[in-house]
């Protein structure tokens, strides 16, 4: 086969396997993605994209972006949430196809494995089925610093501009993305392979902020018909540095660890991939591990910070482990077959029984002393019995095929695990409600209320959504989400004593004292992982199986008893 012949095969290659991993990633991004609730974080921005559509005056959070798009979706479509959280999932599904952008400098086997972590990182495919800015922010920056690289000024400064309209996350994250990446030239002593002898000059600089300015101009104010979008960019700087104010130690430390734990096997991944790297000296895995330490600070640093910001983190550490295990990925030269698939076997068979072992461990509660100790036995026997057979193989016969057959069995573990996780934050594990994304609250009553509330209606009026409802001192903008179809809703901070509306919806603390008579349903509305409650061991299930202790937040739905057939007023 010619040279030429080979390139064009290894192209031809290289494009199905990323159109494969764009479909793997569409999956995981658009399965089910309108099944589940939006908590008051998504239910928020998206109420105000809702408001938009309907012509209603409204202040905009930081986020006009994607308040914009959304609006002409619910225009065209009507609200739901599959569409409140379509333009995220899309943007999610082409960020794969990023490191094509930097293939050059990559290397086309690398760029291709980060496509592959990208498409199954567990954090990407939560943000990715989140209502919000932050994929809008994310895309468009890497993106532009792509097009920059490649010298298209123009696409550069477009999706520059996108950016921009995308959230608070951009400012901190983003801003200090964009700086560092533009250093690239010092980081190389030839700084024609930095790629930016050109693409650097001040007239490429001008020509991208001009672009910058315009689309985000165009797209925050949706063609100038939403004024007050402008602003809105500035609303999202406010939005970040207020965040520093508001503390919340137990929520800091929970969000940390839950993020450790989906993404243990890319950190250590990326780790190894840093301490490869630096053990060579390149230039990239240096300035890679320098971004992913500012990222993880930066985040971890403002308290109030939402979990989406942690996607910003996952970028430079895929990158490093897209560089290790691009290398891990090519068949390994082995010397003796028998020995690495043997040394292979054992590893990931004692493994198992090792894992089944501690699981039943972890998951029972009632087992006797006798139980306990032969688990715990089951548990570390079989690691023991793994070293010592590793060590003989290595010994006796072949230490590079046993060393071989040992990392492959890592490899696989740890890929097993990314896709485990990757299930799980795509909502389609048992327990979608304490996933890391939700940790302020995953709305279970929305169908409870909704049902109820259309029964009583139709039976009141002859129509789903016609009956008038009062809901009294909630600030939970999920609930509005799920009320918005009905034509009659008022929000009050206290009952009004004069007044006597058909449904009322308050919390359980509160008190009604209206001329009518009521009765009352408790509504359990959502429920919170509770981080300051949970033990090792709680960790352990909620990393196996997203079992945690819950704080419940209640609600209690008011009906006026003449709405029933019968019933006697008092």
Request: proline content about 5%; glycine content about 8%.
């Amino acid at each position: 086969m010619s040279t030429n012949s080979t390139a064009k095969y290894e192209i031809s290659r290289s494009w199905w396997g990323f159109a494969i991993i764009l479909l793997v990633a569409a999956g995981f991004r658009f399965a089910l993605l309108g099944t589940y609730p939006l908590d008051d974080q998504q239910a928020n921005i998206a109420l105000q994209a809702l408001s938009v559509s309907r012509n209603e005056s409204v202040r905009l959070s930081g986020e006009p972006g994607y308040i914009a798009l959304t609006s002409v979706l619910f225009d065209l479509f009507g609200a739901s949430g599959f569409w409140a959280r379509f333009w995220p999932a899309l943007l999610g599904t082409c960020a794969v196809l990023l490191p094509v952008l930097y293939r050059k400098w990559l290397g086309s086997s690398t760029a291709l494995v980060l496509a592959a972590l990208i498409a199954l990182d567990p954090v990407m495919i939560g943000v990715s089925r989140s209502a919000g800015g932050t994929m809008l922010a994310l895309v468009g920056v890497i993106a532009a610093l792509g097009f920059w690289l490649n010298r298209r000024p123009v696409l550069s400064g477009v999706l520059l501009g996108i950016a921009l309209t995308g959230g608070s996350g951009f400012w901190p994250l983003g801003l200090i993305t964009v700086g560092i990446i533009a250093m690239w030239r010092n980081l190389f002593t030839n700084r024609d392979d930095a790629g930016l002898n050109g693409a650097g000059s001040s007239k490429s600089v001008v020509i991208v902020l001009s672009v910058a300015a315009v689309s985000s101009l165009l797209l925050s104010t949706l063609f100038f018909s939403l004024p007050n979008g402008i602003s809105a960019i500035g609303s999202s700087v406010v939005e970040y540095f207020s965040g520093w104010g508001e503390f919340d130690s137990r929520l800091l430390a929970g969000n940390s660890l839950a993020w450790l734990i989906i993404e243990l096997p890319l950190i250590a991944l990326g780790i190894w991939g840093f301490v490869d790297g630096m053990l060579k000296k390149e230039q990239l895995a240096r300035f890679m591990g320098v971004l992913w330490a500012l990222t993880l600070v930066l985040t971890l640093l403002n308290p109030g910070t939402a979990s989406s910001h942690f996607v910003w983190v996952a970028l430079p550490m895929l990158i490093l482990a897209a560089k290790k295990l691009s290398k891990l990925v090519r068949l390994p030269n082995v010397e003796n077959r028998l020995i690495f698939i043997v040394e292979l076997t054992l590893f990931l068979a004692l493994v198992i029984f090792s894992f089944l072992n501690s699981l039943n461990l972890v998951n029972n509660a009632y087992l006797t002393p006798e139980e306990t100790r032969n688990r715990i036995i089951g548990t570390f026997l079989p690691i023991i019995l793994l070293a010592a057979m590793t060590v003989l193989f290595a010994w006796g016969w072949s230490y590079s095929s046993t060393r071989n057959g040992f990392v492959t069995g890592i490899v696989v573990l740890l890929v097993v695990g990314l896709v485990s996780n990757a299930w799980k934050s795509a909502g389609l594990g048992s327990r979608p409600q304490f996933e890391f994304l939700f940790s302020r609250g995953f709305p279970l009553g929305e169908q409870p209320l909704l049902t109820t509330v259309k029964d009583i209606s139709i039976s009141r009026t002859g129509y789903a959504d016609r009956i008038d409802i009062q809901v009294i001192g909630l600030e939970h903008p999920s609930v509005f989400w799920v009320l918005r179809d009905f034509n009659e809703v008022i929000s009050a901070s206290v009952p009004d004593p004069n007044s006597a509306p058909s449904l009322v919806l308050t919390n359980v603390e509160t008190r009604i004292d209206l001329p009518a008579s009521y009765r009352g349903q408790k509504i359990l509305w959502s429920v919170n992982p509770d981080y300051a409650a949970m033990q090792p061991i709680d960790w352990i299930r909620w990393s196996l199986f997203r079992l945690t202790p819950a704080s419940n937040t209640e609600l209690i739905l008011w009906a006026k008893n003449d709405l029933f057939p019968g019933a006697q007023i008092p």
